[in-house]
């Protein structure tokens, strides 16, 4: 079974059992003696020739690797991901394909904003990142705990991130994104508030990660044996349901016990209470694309389950922690572009810009191309590449590595037309090169208002009350009217109610607010202006 696969892999790397012979050096020469330098006398000079301290220390300068740009602070483990049934009317993919089959997965749940050592339950998105080991090699989910994101195109991902860190002069504060300058991109820009009305709510301050959900949050496309394809969004749900802390528990938590997350899942994994997820989906067949009110390529977009149900196809259960923290959670890469046959990509301008991403930050992350090599990051597929040398190589590769080849060697075959090799997706695109957003991206408080509207009166409370706190720690009085304005486009009455508690004047109620525009109707002939 492939479960064993990963299990047996990780046993090779694992260090030798301490108990069973002395200290060494990293050449393996016995050490007897630890605790002080080599020097002349008891009193005298250090010697440069002492290669156990030099060793020592110079390993210590250099465990430091820089941190993710962003969701620095995290928490891992592995376990193993069943489908219920077949998928193989939507996808080829081959770990959706037998419901017998178990296939490894190593799940990285992460806060966004703050550094490695920051708090665990500040009011923030959660990463949910899943990398599955499957037989046809690793496809990674890379979701977060909220279905929508903040912008829509990644050229703006550096912008955001900006203004969402602390201030540059001081870097104050960290953890709450309370501070100018995110309210400043965020009422400058708003695609972010629908993403924002999530933010404040109780989302973004998780009981637990065993209680979160998650989604792959773009849209994404299955392809069949027959190579026909089909839109799918993905939606992981908790057994355990969704909960979360209130405010006033989150900050306590924060000052107690900053590893409150992270903590939970270790000691329940430990404690035999695994948690486990539902993985669903949204299937959308492709002549469909354009029937829906909300362009499918757009990331600050839900489809409604009213529209589209979700439908579940399996599920995960964590049940092992990691040995290491540094070697397995710290050192994962995920990667959006890390895809399966079966698993394709959309044009949604987000996700497009993570496909570039996430590769090229951990290039430097890690140190140089080879992390794939990682026991954490390894596929359970053999990985058979012309790909030679670099910073941290330790594979043995032999033999000749190109191709075209006609000598043999180590240069692999290209695999057959078997239907085994992934191949990309041939979807005909066609247009003039522009830098322009559609305009079926431009309803910007729709989804606003509906979130709003779907919360309970409680939810309400503490949605007013989060923007009251963040708002209220913002100096610019000029940001504090422009974001009461925007969440006047969302809703009246909430802004009225924002506007009250941070002592800000009211926009007039009428022209161009609480009600939001519908975007244009979607078609190809209302999507012509792209200069297709
Ligand atoms: C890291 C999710 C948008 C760049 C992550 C992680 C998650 C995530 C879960 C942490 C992975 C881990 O645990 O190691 C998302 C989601 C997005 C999004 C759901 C929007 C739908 C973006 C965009 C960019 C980006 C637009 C850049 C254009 C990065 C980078 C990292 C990261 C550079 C650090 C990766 C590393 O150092 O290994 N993201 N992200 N993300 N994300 Fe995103």
């Given at each position: 079974?492939?479960?064993?696969?990963?299990?047996?892999?990780?046993?090779?790397?694992?260090?030798?059992?301490?108990?069973?012979?002395?200290?060494?050096?990293?050449?393996?020469?016995?050490?007897?003696?630890?605790?002080?330098?080599?020097?002349?006398?008891?009193?005298?000079?250090?010697?440069?020739?002492?290669?156990?301290?030099?060793?020592?220390?110079?390993?210590?300068?250099?465990?430091?690797?820089?941190?993710?740009?962003?969701?620095?602070?995290?928490?891992?483990?592995?376990?193993?991901?069943?489908?219920?049934?077949?998928?193989?009317?939507?996808?080829?993919?081959?770990?959706?394909?037998?419901?017998?089959?178990?296939?490894?997965?190593?799940?990285?749940?992460?806060?966004?904003?703050?550094?490695?050592?920051?708090?665990?339950?500040?009011r923030?998105?959660?990463?949910?990142?899943?990398?599955?080991?499957?037989?046809?090699?690793?496809?990674?989910?890379?979701?977060?705990?909220?279905?929508?994101?903040?912008?829509?195109?990644?050229?703006?991902?550096?912008?955001?991130?900006?203004?969402?860190?602390?201030?540059?002069?001081?870097?104050?504060?960290?953890?709450a994104s309370a501070?100018?300058?995110?309210?400043?991109?965020?009422?400058?820009?708003?695609?972010?508030?629908?993403?924002m009305m999530?933010l404040m709510s109780d989302?973004a301050i998780?009981?637990?990660?065993?209680?979160?959900?998650?989604?792959?949050?773009?849209?994404?496309?299955?392809?069949?044996?027959?190579?026909?394809?089909?839109?799918?969004?993905?939606?992981?749900?908790?057994?355990?349901?969704?909960?979360?802390?209130?405010w006033?528990?989150?900050?306590?938590?924060?000052?107690?016990?900053?590893?409150?997350?992270?903590?939970?899942?270790?000691?329940?994994?430990?404690?035999?209470?695994?948690?486990?997820?539902?993985?669903?989906?949204?299937?959308?067949?492709?002549?469909?694309?354009?029937?829906?009110?909300?362009?499918?390529?757009?990331?600050?977009?839900?489809?409604?389950?009213?529209?589209?149900?979700?439908?579940?196809?399996?599920?995960?259960?964590?049940?092992?922690?990691?040995?290491?923290?540094?070697?397995?959670?710290?050192?994962?890469?995920?990667?959006?572009?890390?895809?399966?046959?079966?698993?394709?990509?959309?044009?949604?301008?987000?996700?497009?810009?993570?496909?570039?991403?996430?590769?090229?930050?951990?290039?430097?992350?890690?140190?140089?191309?080879?992390?794939?090599?990682?026991?954490?990051?390894?596929?359970?597929?053999?990985?058979?590449?012309?790909?030679?040398?670099?910073?941290?190589?330790?594979?043995?590769?032999?033999?000749?590595?190109?191709?075209?080849?006609?000598?043999?060697?180590?240069?692999?075959?290209?695999?057959?037309?078997?239907?085994?090799?992934?191949?990309?997706?041939?979807?005909?695109?066609?247009?003039?090169?522009?830098?322009?957003?559609?305009?079926?991206?431009?309803?910007?408080?729709?989804?606003?208002?509906?979130?709003?509207?779907?919360?309970?009166?409680?939810?309400?409370r503490h949605i007013v009350d989060a923007f009251r706190f963040e708002l209220g720690?913002?100096?610019?009085?000029?940001?504090?009217?422009?974001?009461?304005?925007?969440?006047?486009?969302?809703?009246?009455?909430?802004?009225?109610?924002v506007?009250?508690g941070?002592?800000?004047?009211?926009?007039?109620?009428?022209?161009?607010?609480?009600?939001?525009?519908?975007?244009?109707?979607?078609?190809?002939?209302?999507?012509?202006?792209?200069?297709?």
């Amino acid at each position: 079974m492939t479960e064993d696969r990963k299990e047996r892999q990780r046993e090779m790397y694992r260090a030798p059992d301490p108990a069973e012979g002395p200290l060494t050096t990293d050449q393996g020469v016995a050490v007897d003696h630890t605790d002080d330098s080599l020097t002349v006398g008891e009193r005298g000079p250090t010697l440069m020739e002492d290669f156990h301290f030099r060793e020592k220390i110079t390993h210590f300068d250099h465990e430091r690797i820089p941190e993710r740009v962003v969701h620095a602070r995290g928490a891992g483990a592995y376990g193993y991901f069943e489908p219920y049934e077949s998928c193989a009317e939507f996808t080829r993919a081959a770990f959706l394909q037998d419901p017998s089959v178990r296939t490894p997965v190593f799940v990285r749940f992460s806060t966004v904003q703050g550094p490695r050592g920051s708090a665990d339950t500040v009011r923030d998105v959660r990463g949910f990142a899943t990398k599955f080991y499957t037989s046809e090699g690793n496809y990674d989910l890379v979701g977060n705990n909220m279905p929508v994101f903040f912008i829509q195109d990644g050229i703006k991902f550096p912008d955001f991130v900006h203004a969402l860190k602390p201030e540059p002069q001081n870097e104050i504060p960290t953890g709450a994104s309370a501070h100018d300058t995110l309210w400043d991109f965020v009422s400058l820009q708003p695609e972010t508030m629908h993403m924002m009305m999530w933010l404040m709510s109780d989302r973004a301050i998780p009981r637990s990660y065993r209680m979160m959900q998650g989604f792959g949050v773009h849209t994404f496309r299955f392809v069949d044996a027959q190579g026909r394809g089909t839109f799918v969004k993905f939606h992981w749900k908790p057994k355990l349901g969704v909960h979360s802390l209130v405010w006033d528990e989150a900050q306590e938590c924060a000052g107690r016990d900053p590893d409150f997350n992270r903590r939970d899942l270790w000691e329940a994994i430990e404690a035999g209470q695994y948690p486990e997820y539902e993985l669903g989906v949204q299937l959308i067949p492709e002549e469909d694309e354009f029937n829906f009110d909300v362009d499918l390529l757009d990331a600050t977009k839900i489809i409604p389950e009213e529209q589209v149900p979700v439908r579940p196809i399996g599920h995960m259960v964590l049940d092992r922690n990691p040995d290491n923290f540094f070697a397995e959670t710290e050192q994962v890469a995920f990667h959006t572009a890390n895809v399966v046959p079966g698993i394709d990509f959309t044009n949604d301008p987000l996700l497009q810009a993570r496909n570039f991403s996430y590769l090229d930050t951990q290039l430097i992350r890690l140190g140089g191309p080879n992390f794939a090599q990682l026991p954490v990051n390894q596929p359970v597929a053999p990985a058979r590449t012309n790909q030679r040398d670099g910073y941290h190589q330790s594979t043995l590769h032999t033999g000749t590595n190109y191709s075209p080849n006609s000598l043999g060697g180590g240069c692999p075959a290209l695999a057959g037309a078997d239907g085994y090799a992934f191949s990309h997706y041939a979807e005909r695109v066609e247009g003039h090169k522009i830098r322009k957003r559609s305009e079926s991206f431009k309803d910007f408080y729709s989804q606003a208002a509906l979130f709003w509207n779907s919360m309970s009166d409680w939810e309400r409370r503490h949605i007013v009350d989060a923007f009251r706190f963040e708002l209220g720690k913002v100096e610019a009085v000029h940001v504090r009217e422009r974001t009461v304005e925007q969440l006047a486009q969302v809703d009246y009455d909430l802004a009225t109610q924002v506007a009250q508690g941070i002592g800000v004047a009211l926009p007039e109620p009428g022209a161009n607010n609480h009600k939001p525009q519908a975007s244009p109707a979607l078609s190809l002939e209302n999507l012509q202006g792209d200069g297709s």
